[in-house]
């Protein structure tokens, strides 16, 4: 068990590593867009993010997931086939759907009810959704090569690439939201060019029917639990800016925005955690090393709730250069902190707990869990917002 541990402590520090430090940079625009941006143009870039993150349950089709179980058990075809397979499946499903939404883009934006200077947002969005499906099955590749290392300097590069688009084009060019997407879609697409060799060294395999049929049966039911979990994430945006409006969808995020330390953790341990209980789950002490596992992240993530909750109003009066963390702007919706926090410690149980339905083969559980979930989310945003903001 011991030696488990070390393997999975080993992976956690590589991704975790890199995530914190890719994360940090990634948060450091949210000074940049609360002194940058006006709190309702925040908004909107924080509801059309929230719609895309729907729409790649979509794309994705539960695919990840999928490939890990028959990469790793190798039930049906060879290695080569089972990354042909799924990857030659989003490819395809990921072109059409970003092409049909391109070809949509009016209607889109109309549904969506975006002003008609922000009509070509949509265009980004059609782009930078194809290149991230595109690059699910090379990185869930890398996962379960355990080649941490490649995985986390990609995830990296990402992120670095993204944080200094947006500096050129929002400090330096002044472009507004469409600098943050067109950042958005460049470094998406140079992130895809660098899995290139990850693909090339993989793909050749034929594409086999009967292990796509498997993939779909258990990848599909995925969609919904994945849906229902993006609501339980993201859909109080949506359902924020339609009862408000969307200065306050843009005080809301910048806010949320500081659960970042609680959702490191959590992030952190997810990369890891997914290979390792698929590899894990048939040694004899896999119940005792996952209930370790989940004992050691509930005790790291109360610590560090307890200490934000106390001193988060001190942190962000912090001044650095002139600036603060958030804008004093948005300072009024630092009482949702602490909920957030909270929220994201119970999130760090589920992706420990949610390890057994994937082993036992039960993921069409996953829809019902999820989806209550997310109703009592829905009920609940749209019950408390009205009186409490």
Sequence with gaps: ???????????????????????????????????????DQYGIITYVYSIMAFVNVIYSFGMESAYFKYSS???????????????????ASSLFFSWAIAGLASPVAGAMNLPPEYQRIVYYMAAILAFDALAIIPFASLRMEHKARQFATLKFVNIFINVVMNIVLLVTLHMGIEGIFI????ASVVTFLLLLPTVYRHLGGRFNPDLFRSLLKFGLPAIPAGLSATAVQVID???????????????????????????????VYDYAWRPFYFSTAKDPNAKEVFARALTYLVLLMTGVFLVLTFFIGDLVKVSFFGRHIISPAYWSGLNIVPIVLLGYLFLGVYTNLSAGIYIEKKTHYLPLITFLSALVNVAANYLLIPPMG
């Design 1 to 39: 068990m011991l030696a488990q541990l070390k393997r999975l402590g080993s992976e956690t520090i590589v991704y975790g590593t890199s995530t914190i430090i890719g994360r940090f940079l990634n948060f450091l625009l949210v000074p940049l867009y609360t002194n940058v941006l006006r709190p």
């Design 237 to 267: 945006r949506p359902i924020l800016r339609a009862l408000t409006n969307d200065a306050t969808v843009g005080i809301y995020q910048a806010n949320y925005r500081l659960g970042i330390f609680m959702m490191l953790i959590v992030s």
């Design 183 to 186: 950042s958005g879609l460049t």
């Design 73 to 91: 058990t190798r039930e049906i075809g060879t290695g080569r086939e089972n990354f042909t397979t799924p990857f030659t499946s989003l490819f």
